[in-house]
Nanobody
Framework: QVQLVASGGGLVQAGGSLRLSCAASGRTFSGYTMGWFRQPPGKEREFVAAITWDEGGTAVADSVKGRFTISRDNAKNTVYLQMNNLRPDDTAVYSC?????????????????WGQGTQVTVSS
């Protein structure tokens, strides 16, 4: 079992930055691909970014490419999502997830464990 706790969300003006953190506990953090997903109001959940356990592979959605960066610190069992140049359409509940394996997973069904989500609101 892996427990995930996401934090760092909040209210920010367009053009601003936030850094989300997701702390994992329970089973060993290594061996899990970590991902971030978001669910905008009234819309389906969508992939944002993912990183393999050895940091050898990363992926980000086209909608956030060049603005968002995913990273992880295995010593701290934490994955980060640095979000720059935020836009109002980035407003969503952001959730982190852990999926066992060595691939960069971009679909929710590849993830075994989910955090509770953190709200990000970007005002215009």
């Amino acid at each position: 079992q892996v427990q995930l706790v996401a934090s760092g969300g909040g209210l920010v003006q367009a053009g601003g930055s936030l850094r989300l953190s997701c702390a994992a506990s329970g089973r060993t953090f290594s061996g899990y691909t970590m991902g971030w997903f978001r669910q905008p109001p009234g819309k389906e959940r969508e992939f944002v970014a993912a990183i393999t356990w050895d940091e050898g592979g990363t992926a980000v959605a086209d909608s956030v490419k060049g603005r968002f960066t995913i990273s992880r610190d295995n010593a701290k069992n934490t994955v980060y999502l640095q979000m720059n140049n935020l836009r109002p359409d980035d407003t969503a509940v952001y959730s982190c997830a852990a999926g066992f394996g060595s691939y960069v997973y971009t679909t929710p069904y590849n993830y075994n464990y989910w955090g509770q989500g953190t709200q990000v609101t970007v005002s215009s």
